[in-house]
């Protein structure tokens, strides 16, 4: 019996961390076993072996390992290509790193890549990312102030390594405040947890870089991470939410937080900084409202309900600047994203006005795709209407039916996992739903998630009792969504036993009023 816990901990048990070597000129992060074995393949000796240590306070590394194998070219046969760790490209003139945003291109006489046993010896930590000696012409300085269009761009100032084809993208990031070695995450912009990365890079001299590919332009988020959720994230949290198609991305976090960067690179990153613009000041009140209103205690009901209300007219003036964009910008992707994010609000004709203007190339997109949906869907729900019935599998994969809770008072509540308000709400609503259940009051409770594991990590952490289902499509497809014109959560809404709806965003203190009014009247 010992014998196979221990078969079994060998076979599954074990796991390794990559480790950083240099190939070349090349940085890998590559695994253990891994490494060992391309030293055995290539004949790797200890006196090949060429070991740098760094300063712990300086660097995220103690020492790195740099051999050399002739046999791996970087552009054709690279085996372990898969591991390359992602590196920020830095600039040196007259001896100082330098932001190239500061230097004309036709200012620039030579460029030399700094070899990698120099970079590292000179620069230390900073060594692992390539090095480039810049030298101007007679007469030609640094200018005071960023030189816009007139700066050299990435490709043309870099080795043939670093080019990049027609189906991938590069960020280039610069940013301000931010200490050396602090990491980045990328991932994609839907919901779940922000631990579902699909990359991350170091911060170095205030600059880093992404690199990848996707199938269309869609939303992306860069973060610095965070691992809980309680109600929001700390505000030492800083992301930027911005499209991402397969060209040269510029962002420049001028400000330090992420979130305002100034992103460039493609008329797709002009229309959304344009739009960013129209809606900054509107952004920008919602956010203070949400940092207030997340601090707020249950017993808080009057500040919470004049948030609220400051909230909802804030969202209202979001929805039509959102309108004027579109109207004024038919062929752009940013006008069909927010055409998807507002449909239900707009109603099927005006959607339906809007989405005719688009080009073929627009309306098939995936966010086009979703809005043609939402005008084939013939069923709708309104206050004062029989409930139009939902049918969703639960965390179990069982089908439950709203209609098979008929004959009860049924509170239909649109959340999510990602959602501090909502979740805010559910010690409250655990309460209510404890102190009536027994006298015909139910909870059928639609997740937007998109990945099963947050939303049933929120149903455990949350301790959620009542009835809970979800398709993981979202909020913008989510049929249910669409029928009762779901387009921004916590929505709710309260059906009688007669199956009408009675009520929509009740909530708080009012639902707790209504309850009481109906299961407990004078």
């Known amino acids: 019996m010992k014998s196979l816990i221990i078969l079994i901990w060998l076979l599954f048990g074990q796991s390794e961390d990559p480790k950083y070597i240099i190939i070349n000129d090349i940085l890998y992060k590559i695994p253990e076993s891994e490494i060992a074995n391309m030293k055995s393949i290539n004949n790797i000796q200890e006196k090949d072996i060429t070991i740098f240590k760094f300063d712990k306070d300086s660097c995220f590394l103690s ?3 740099w051999i050399r194998i002739p046999s791996i070219k970087a552009q054709s046969n690279d085996p372990y290509i898969k591991y390359r760790a992602k590196t920020t490209p830095l600039f040196i003139l007259d001896d100082k790193f330098i932001d190239t945003e500061y230097i004309y291109q036709n200012d620039i006489q030579s460029i030399e890549p700094l070899h990698v046993d120099k970079a590292i010896s000179k620069y230390g930590c900073k060594g692992l990312n390539p090095i480039f000696i810049l030298r101007l012409q007679n007469g030609k300085k640094i200018q005071s102030k960023p030189v816009g269009a007139g700066a050299p761009k990435f490709s043309q100032v870099t080795s043939k390594s670093l080019k990049q084809g027609d189906d991938e993208f590069t960020i280039i990031g610069k940013t301000k405040g931010f200490k050396d070695n602090t990491m980045l995450y990328f991932k994609k912009a839907e919901s779940g947890s922000l631990r579902d990365n699909l990359d991350s890079t170091l911060v170095i001299n205030n600059s880093f870089t992404f690199k990848g590919t996707v199938s269309e332009p869609c939303q992306y988020y860069i973060h610095t991470g965070y691992t ?16 991402v198609n397969n060209s040269t991305i510029y962002l420049n976090d001028y400000i330090g937080n992420l979130k305002y960067s100034k992103i460039s690179g493609s008329q797709l990153q002009n229309d959304n900084n344009e739009f960013n613009e129209m809606n900054y000041t509107n952004d920008a009140t919602l956010d203070s409202i949400n940092m207030v209103f997340m601090k707020l205690t249950p017993s808080d009901s009057v500040e919470r309900k004049i948030l609220g209300e400051r909230s909802r007219k804030n969202y209202q003036a979001g929805i039509q600047l959102s309108m004027d964009f579109i109207k004024t910008h038919p062929a752009s992707l940013i006008s069909v994203w927010l055409l998807n994010i507002y449909k239900t609000s707009w109603g099927r004709e005006k959607t339906k006005v809007f ?25 709708v729900a309104r206050v004062g209407d029989h409930f139009v019935d939902i049918e969703l599998k639960n965390l179990n994969g069982v089908i439950v039916k709203l209609s098979s809770l008929e004959g009860k008072y049924i509170l239909l509540d649109f959340w999510s996992a990602y959602c501090g308000p909502c979740r805010k709400e559910h010690p409250d609503l655990l309460k209510l739903y404890n102190q009536y259940r027994k006298k015909g009051f139910e909870i059928y409770a639609v997740s937007l998630d998109e990945k099963k594991e947050s939303w049933q990590q929120a149903v455990m952490d949350d301790k959620i009792n009542w009835i809970t289902v979800s398709d993981l499509k979202g909020t913008t497809a989510c049929e249910a969504a669409m029928i009762y014109g779901v387009s921004g959560i916590p929505k709710s809404y309260l059906i009688d036993r007669e199956g009408k709806i009675i009520a929509q965003d009740i909530r708080g203190e009012d639902l707790a009023n209504k309850l009481k009014e109906i299961f407990n009247p004078k």
Do not use: A, L, M
């Not at 809980?228 to 499209?243: A, D, I, K, L």
């Not at 080009?359 to 869907?377: A, D, L, P, R, W």
């Open 63 to 65: 020492s790195i390992e």
């Open 228 to 243: 809980g959720w309680e109600g929001q994230p700390p505000e030492s949290f800083y992301r930027v939410t911005f499209f």
């Open 355 to 379: 989405f005719n203007e688009f080009e073929s190339q627009i309306q098939n997109t995936s966010y086009g795709k979703s809005v043609s949906e939402y005008i084939k869907q013939k069923k």
